[in-house]
């Protein structure tokens, strides 16, 4: 069964159902048919016996007499008189002298009218619905037998039989002929999903499937289908984009260090010549191995969260391994890393991812801000902000929506600068710990970089939910 299609499927369940529905109201109408028909022969007993009760009270009245067929049809109904004990007093012909009701039936007859089924009649070799009731005849008691055949009844029960029989099954493949056709109707827009879907690949970006204004599950299914064809296809473009600017991140460093080395082996003289090219490929290979790390954290948690070391970790104490961490730097380039006061400061994160991603934000602020670049702290309902200020232009504003994305910089250019996934580690790290990373220009200049850190490591929005 699981291998039918669908269509056919649901057209042999409507079948099914559709023969239950028929055969159940055949029966009904089956049963209500002989019910009514059972329901006509008592009453035309009752008023049969009610005229013979009338007729044999007369004097001269004889059953025997009744060949009009006025009270008694000939083959079809009949009559018998008994007395208590079971005597014919009367009958009609062909019952002769056998009386239709044995002593039982005769003592019930004589208490209350009573319906006797009988399977033959002598003389008609017919089953008969009989009714017995008490009469009086010559002042004395007596029972009187009224019977007719039921074969006009089973005839007519046979044909409704029979016609049930011949129009079911004709209704029945009638039925299932429509459920097919209307299944067919209604999966004919899946069919045309289900063709566009296997035509879409990536080498097809912006091709969607085509939804029926239907309003109903097949409309649902195609727009909650087109949605995910959007999440995918977006994903692929990022990751599309993310491996050409990684080639072209990696493709630098390494075409400069082969550069320094060719030059090396070309020209240099003395050793100094020599020195000068090594520590110049040096820092092009501590540029790579920085980048491959950037680039390995951020796979790492496209695939998942990113795995950390959770402490105590003091803020103060932090701040301070960054002041010394870039005091050389900062002194080489005429600048200075200051960091406000944040004793008694305590925030449960993995210290080391904490230190990478205020490194990065330090990095930027030497790199592009001002002559000063200011750490600070402060507490804002259950949150730590842990915030990167400095005193340059600032970032231009329409970078500012994007300025976590990767490999997005204010300069373009691809040779110099950072690798641009400085801010987007930052994100990551800040949301690996339940937090969330923000960048502003200060209205006095500038650009303010921060990172909002739950106190306890869960966000206070999640423990609220």
Partial sequence: MSRLSIRLRVTVAFAVAMAAVLAGSGLYLYLHLDSHLAASLNRDLRLRAQDLAALISQPSATLAKDNSGQFVEHGESYAQLLTTDGHVLDATQPLGRTPLLSSLELHRAEQNAIYVNEPAIPGLNEGSRLLATRVIRGRRPAVLVVGATRQNNVETLGNFRDELLIAGPIALLLASGVGYLLAGLSLRQVESMRRRAAAISGETPGDRLPVPPTGDEVQRLGETLNEMLDRLEAALERERDFVADAGHELRTPLALLRTELELALRQARTANELRVAVRSSTQEADRLAQLAEDLLLLARTDRGQLPLRVEPVQVDVLFGSIR??????????????????????????????????????????????????????????????????????????????????????????????????????????????????????????????????????????????
């Fill in 324 to 465: 010394s961490r870039f005091e050389w730097r900062a002194a080489e380039l005429g600048k200075t890393v200051r960091s406000a006061s944040a004793s008694g400061v305590f925030i449960q994160a993995d210290r080391m991812r904490l230190e990478q991603a205020l490194g990065n934000l330090v990095d930027n602020a030497l790199r592009y801000g001002g002559d000063e670049v200011r750490l600070e702290a402060a507490r804002c309902d259950g949150w730590i902000e842990l915030h990167v200020r400095d005193r340059g232009p600032g970032l231009p504003a329409e970078l500012l929506t994007r300025a976590f994305d990767r490999f997005t910089r204010a300069d373009t250019a691809r040779g110099r600068g950072g690798s641009g996934l400085g801010l987007s580690i930052v994100r990551t790290i800040a949301e690996s710990h339940a937090g969330t990373a923000h960048i502003a220009r200060l209205e006095t200049g500038g650009t303010d970089a921060w990172m909002s850190i739950p106190v306890d490591g869960r966000s206070p929005l999640t423990d609220e939910d």
